[in-house]
């Protein structure tokens, strides 16, 4: 007896899918183009909202915020991200992603890791270390370079287990 399903398509004309194990790795122009695309979308919200509620002043670039209203100004900006970024996140995209064709998938299924795993692994914790004063522009530098290692992998790829991947249109 044989487990294989006699009603299947013939491998030579089955749909490959992610999950096959036949990929490609998105490549770093895709990503940078992808992440300025994502940048974009995000301020587009934001500033307007921060303007209209004051805490944009280009007038005063050098002078101290208190630190209630830097946290508030980042809940905010976790929020204009959520509201732009976050319908496609289950799927393992962003606007940017979508735009350019890539995926963020699982780097074990290479399947869509989930909006939790995807915003709570991979986003999160570098949004968060990116914001403390000294250290965040380190983190920021040091994860954008990462994407110069052989598996394209940054460290917010590294924290989630994940990999951007190029996807076809038909399966965007």
Known sequence: MTDENPYEAPES???????????????????LLGAILDGLAVG???????????????????AQQA????????????????LVQGWLLPRGQTVGKLMF???IVDIRT???PGFGRVFGMRYLPTMF???????GPVVGLVDALMI????RRCLHDLIASTRVIEVSARKR
């Open 13 to 31: 004309i089955r749909p490959r899918s992610p999950r096959a194990g036949r990929f490609e790795l998105a490549s770093r122009g895709l990503r």
């Open 110 to 112: 290479n399947e869509p």
């Open 148 to 151: 110069f290692r052989a598996d």
């Open 129 to 135: 270390l990116s914001s403390i004063p000294l250290i």
């Open 44 to 62: 587009v919200v934001q500033v307007p909202i921060l303007l209209g509620l004051g805490f944009l002043d280009f007038g005063n670039l050098g």
């Open 67 to 82: 630190v209630g209203v830097l946290v508030l100004m980042w809940l905010i900006g976790l929020g204009t991200f959520l």
């Open 101 to 103: 064709g890539m995926r």
